[in-house]
């Protein structure tokens, strides 16, 4: 029997009765929600882990073809959440995690109360009705270069990724992040993360959430954010004055406010 518990490096902080999930985005592991975890551990219990190739997950797992696409992210929440067995969690995701973790509210909704999605986007590829912040031609000429020097790649796009040039140190904390996952076993998250249109799924889902969007993000810009509250049943969008697209790092204080005030106002 597989130990959910080793596989996703699964650690638990705080002796609240009801349960935060908290799952990184690509290229970062789960020390990204510091902050959080020291802000909410008070009242909450704290569950974060590693997905299979980031962090100190279990590498052996890595399988290519259950990871082929997000669903085998999701089925990696569900049994981390069934392995502790937790119920009404509430859901926070980072980027692509957010859409890991929609796809798992999807398969299991009596499994979550609350979905808190930072910097979400159902899919980054513009097209003719719809503004994801990439054409297709963009990503393509990302991967080249990924494949090519996936170090290179890391250290001049973290700081872009994190948009806060006036705080180097966290581009560094970024790049050093990517530079620590399996260069082999990003790439393949990457595409997975950056070919994945979920906007189809936002209709689908029945737990209540929240979408934290940032005011500048290269990566989901507003458009994103507005598209997600309008296709998206029981959704509350809150434009942040964080910019990047990483505001668990960069606006911790502005990031936590709006989520404590969300859940004590819903």
Not at 76 to 105: P, T, Y
Not at 160 to 173: H, R
Not at 189 to 195: D, G, L, S, Y
């Amino acid at each position: 029997m597989i130990d959910i518990v080793k596989r996703n490096n699964v650690r638990i902080y705080g002796n609240g009765n009801q349960c935060m999930l908290m799952a990184h985005g690509f290229g970062c592991d789960q020390n990204v929600w510091r902050h959080l975890i020291k802000a909410f551990e008070s009242r909450y219990k704290i569950v974060v882990f590693d997905y299979v190739g980031a962090g100190q997950s279990d590498i052996e797992a890595y399988d290519p073809n259950r990871y082929s696409s997000l669903d085998g992210y999701a089925e990696d929440v569900n049994e981390v959440i069934q392995a502790l067995e937790l119920s009404k969690v509430i859901f926070i995701g980072h980027s692509v995690s957010s859409m890991i973790g929609l796809r798992a509210a999807i398969r299991h909704p009596e499994q979550f109360e609350r979905l808190i999605m930072v910097a979400p986007s159902p899919s980054y590829i513009n097209s003719e009705d719809y503004v994801g912040g990439m054409n297709r031609e963009d990503i393509e000429s990302l991967f080249e270069v990924m494949d090519a020097n996936y170090l290179g790649w890391s250290t001049s796009m973290a700081p872009l990724i994190m948009g806060n040039p006036q705080a180097p140190e966290l581009g560094d904390e970024l790049a050093a992040n990517f530079c620590a996952t399996d260069p082999e076993i990003a790439r393949e998250f990457a595409r997975v993360t950056f070919f994945s249109d979920n906007r189809s799924d936002l209709q689908k889902l029945k737990v209540k959430s929240l979408s934290l969007q940032c005011s500048e993000d290269i990566l989901a810009p507003l458009e994103v954010g507005y598209y997600i509250e309008r296709n998206t049943p029981q959704n509350t969008l809150v434009i942040m004055k964080a910019t990047g697209h990483c505001p668990h790092l960069s606006a911790p204080e502005e990031t936590i406010a709006a989520i404590e005030n969300y859940l004590d106002t819903h």
